[in-house]
């Protein structure tokens, strides 16, 4: 099975969507943090070993709580995996942190503070066409 074929891509979505039901709902853990999401889960063609990334949204510590919390879960989010996705073999899960959400966000905020910076250029223009435009106006 190719890493990007259309069996490999379904399977991705449904232990995608099964993950992220699992740890909103059936996981207790109170380390894990609410605002935890699954951004995306890349299994292996062989079905082995998955690699799910999570977005937290919060500080570092709450971060580190999450996935010492997920990590600790495993054997439960795996079983319950198994028994409500039909896969020959239930992947092993791997969480990563996924910063994209984070990082975009940033990005954002250079934009804007970016754009405040061009507007005051763009009304000093304004001014001079305005001023440029009075005094021909007056001859």
Known sequence: MKKNSTKNLRINSAVQRELS??????VKDPRISPLTSVTDVEVATDLKTAK???SVLGD?????????GL???????????????????TPEL??????SI????????????????????EEAEEDLDEDSDEASDEE
Request: hydrophobic share 40%; glycine share 2%; proline share 3%.
């Open 94 to 99: 791997f969480f990563k942190l996924d910063e």
């Open 71 to 89: 990590k600790s879960a495993e054997p439960f989010l795996r079983s319950a995996l198994a028994r409500n996705v039909n896969l020959r073999n």
């Open 52 to 54: 799910v990334y999570i």
């Open 21 to 26: 039901v699992l740890i909103s709902r059936e």
């Open 102 to 121: 984070e990082y975009g966000a940033h990005i954002n905020e250079l934009l804007e503070s970016v754009k405040d910076d061009l507007d005051p250029r």
């Open 60 to 68: 570092e510590e709450a971060k580190s709580n999450t996935l010492a």
